[in-house]
């Protein structure tokens, strides 16, 4: 009896080992999305934030896939919003689901934020990124450390100004030698802005050494490269998101 009861114990302790293991390969690990606090277009006097179609988009393929989702600002808290528009299903989707919206309306600090809880960081594009993304060294080092843990760094139309000062361990940027796009200076050009914006988005990424790919104006640009998942503009949003669950799934 004592060895049957030996016996039994046993295999419950390796079903059990087994179990938690297969748990701890299929739990999903959360994903980041960066959002700015800068709410005005240089001097001009207009308006601006993060843009909400580039939120839900990636949002809705990234929530219907399973994956949950924390928001992180320069600033936290309630970060401005540009492109508002709830004539887009997806958009309205977005801003009507309760848990969401109070999520993004309460976004965290960085300082708030483990970087080993996260797959992935997505930044967010809408012209405030160009003020407060780049020299946050805090985020900065944030998506390095989500990066060099095998994880995913995605961003789309003004969110590369997240990516032109991530640095890694080796001391080389992100960017340097990965194929990029992101808005580009004839879209930036289109919307004239090209004198407002601190920095021309496409000029500053070359200079950081990437190997900058682009469409017409607002043509769906999707490009992956080394886990780096970047997106031209508003266009691009939803098929970020896209290559971002395919990249995961690899």
Known sequence: MKKLALLILALFTIGFVQAQTKNLKNMKKKIL?????????????????????????????LHKAGYEIDFVSPKGGTPPVDGFDLKDPVNREFWENKEYKNKID????????????????????????????ADHTELSA???????????????????????????????????????????????????????????????LKERGAKFEKSGLWQNHVVTDQRVITGQNPQSAKSVGEA??????N
């Open 244 to 249: 971002i669950l395919k990249e995961l799934k």
């Open 33 to 61: 999305f960066v959002v700015t606090s800068h709410d005005k277009k240089g001097n001009t006097g207009e308006n601006t934030g993060y843009y909400l179609g580039e939120v839900s988009h990636p949002w809705e393929v």
């Open 142 to 204: 944030i998506a390095s450390k989500i990066y060099e843990n095998g994880g995913i760094v995605a961003a789309v139309c003004h969110g590369p100004a997240g990516l032109v000062n991530i640095k890694l361990n080796n001391g080389k940027y992100l960017v340097d030698g990965k194929k990029i796009n992101a808005f580009t200076n004839e879209e930036e050009a289109e919307v004239k802005l090209t004198n407002v914006v601190p920095f021309l988005l496409e000029d500053k």
């Open 106 to 133: 309460h976004s965290l600090k960085p300082s708030e934020i483990n970087p080993g809880d996260y797959s992935t960081i997505f930044y967010a594009g809408g012209h405030g990124a160009m003020w407060d993304f």
